[in-house]
């Protein structure tokens, strides 16, 4: 079964600022998608960026960007230019592309709470 | 853009009473899920549902669960007998084949 950590729980970054969340895996699949989502006090989950695994160019959304390194199954997510908004919950999330099993759920790794200072 | 549309946002139910939570997917997606999030936890998968009949499903989702799609548009999760340990944000997600995966806004079930 696959398995994902989050081995910071809590970061804090000054606003403005860079941060950097980290996220490994664990699978024995050679074709699969990651997710960066996004939990703030309102609990709602939103996408924050997506990458497939046979993709090597690393996905970036504006100031989101991740750094993918399959063979060590590392996955961290790098958030420039800090904004207060961007104060929540971060969850890694991987997911099997076994589509033809009628199954695409996600495995979710811990999260890590993320304060910016003003 | 599309959206996953839960009913209610909030649930209070006494302990060992049925609640049926609502969901309506993305009108094209062939996939549905429900997932639960315990109060300050990780988000857990708890089924998914293909073709009209449930492809996977985890430990937590024992006899006193249930889902349903009772037409096109719904997707219904049951619990039997809520206990207090049921208490949780409930996130209801679709999805098309190895594409977009959207979740829902959530229901809160508390249970007392």
């Known amino acids: 079964a696959q398995t994902v950590t989050q081995s910071q729980p809590e970061m804090s970054v000054q606003e403005a600022e860079t941060v950097t969340l980290s996220c490994t895996y664990d699978t024995s699949e050679s074709d699969y998608y990651l997710f960066w989502y996004k939990q703030p006090p309102s609990r709602q989950m939103i996408l924050v960026i997506r990458q497939e695994a046979y993709k090597q160019q690393n996905a970036t959304e504006n100031r989101f960007s991740v750094n993918f390194q399959k063979a060590a199954k590392s996955f961290s997510l790098k958030i420039s230019d800090s904004q207060l908004g961007d104060a929540a919950m971060y969850f890694c999330?991987?997911?099997?592309?076994?589509?033809?099993?009628?199954?695409?759920?996600?495995?979710f790794g811990t999260g890590t709470r993320l304060t910016i200072i003003p | 853009e599309p959206e996953v549309t839960q009913t209610p946002s909030h649930q209070v139910t006494q302990m060992g009473q049925e609640v049926i939570l609502r969901c309506v997917p993305i009108s094209n997606h062939l996939y549905f899920y429900w997932y639960r999030q315990i109060l300050g936890q990780k988000v857990e998968f708890l089924v998914s549902?293909?073709?009209?009949?449930?492809?996977?499903k985890s430990e937590i989702f024992d006899d006193q669960f249930s889902v349903e799609r009772p037409d096109g548009s719904n997707f219904t999760l049951k619990i039997r007998s809520t206990k207090l340990e049921d208490s949780a944000m409930y996130f209801c997600?679709?999805?098309?084949?190895?594409?977009?995966?959207?979740f829902g806004s959530g229901t809160r079930l508390t249970v007392v």
């Open positions: 999330a991987y997911r099997s592309p076994r589509a033809n099993f009628g199954n695409e759920k996600l495995t």
């Open positions: 549902f293909y073709n009209n009949e449930i492809s996977e």
């Open positions: 997600a679709s999805s098309a084949r190895g594409r977009g995966y959207t």
